[in-house]
């Protein structure tokens, strides 16, 4: 597929999607919503993709909503309504693909960037990037399901701090309090990025989408139901012909060649 608001990219099990609009340092518009609604769908398709990477081409991940664009929108209340159910949808997508997504934040992240970044399964940072959400600054408020997942990223206090002041951090800072995993210079940003997609490509596919699926809605469910989801994971893994290579592997003590089935 061609797109007009991204650049997408293939290496050996990893789709990159770069959001595309530079000279507004990727500011979102309905367009790149509805592509990269259309871009993360494609990928989770293709039995191939093992994993994706979401970074943002020039100097910017995402300064949030073109806010150009929505000052010269004629739109009705549907309409506006309808343009930040996309913001959401967004999130969700990442969320729940059923492949692991890797935020590369290469420069600001903020408002809608951060939500997308915050909403992916490892969040890398350049050193010299910012996130932050000053959506209270500007009279609105967060989305993309950020009021739950940031205290359970970084705890109450620091979500908090974050969400009531829009206080932005530099890489360094976010890897501090473990909204980042991991903070470095710019220039290996890409590469270290392509290293974490590559580790995680590597996993048994059916494995991962069920751990991704236990891991984020393990704050919805007790104890008791999550050991029985754990227990009927375990027993769908085992079905599987990549468990019996796994099984293989480990006795042959060589690398595992999974297929996803």
Request: net charge negative; aromatic share 4%.
């Amino acid at each position: 597929m061609t797109y007009e608001t991204l650049i997408v990219t293939s290496h050996p099990g990893v789709v990159e999607i770069h959001l595309n609009r530079p000279e507004r340092l990727n500011a979102v518009i309905e367009q790149l919503y509805q592509e990269l609604l259309q871009a993360l769908a494609a990928a989770e398709a293709d039995s191939e993709v093992r994993v994706v990477i979401l970074t943002g081409a020039g100097r910017a991940f995402c300064v949030g909503a073109d806010m150009k664009a929505h000052g010269s929108a004629d739109r009705s209340l549907y309409q506006r309504r309808q343009y930040l159910q996309l913001g959401n949808d967004v999130c969700e997508a990442i969320q729940n693909l059923k492949i692991p997504v890797v935020a590369a934040v290469n420069g600001y992240a903020l408002g809608a960037g951060a939500e997308m970044a915050v909403s992916c399964d490892f969040l890398l940072m350049a050193e010299g990037a910012q996130i932050g959400f000053p959506e209270i600054s500007i009279g609105t408020c967060v989305g993309g399901g950020v009021s739950k997942l940031l205290p359970q990223l970084v705890g109450l206090a620091q979500a908090r701090r974050l969400l009531y002041t829009g206080v932005k951090l530099r890489g360094d800072e976010a890897a501090a309090i473990g909204l980042a995993l991991e903070s470095m210079p710019l220039a290996d940003l890409p590469d270290r990025a392509r290293e974490l997609a590559s580790e995680l490509a590597r996993q048994a596919p059916v494995s991962m989408a069920l751990l991704k699926r236990l891991v984020n809605r393990g704050g919805h469910t007790d104890m008791d139901a999550q050991l029985q989801q754990e227990l009927d994971a375990v027993f769908t893994c085992s079905t599987t012909a990549d468990w019996q290579e796994g099984v293989d592997a480990f006795a042959q003590k060589r690398p595992p060649r999974f297929k996803g089935a």
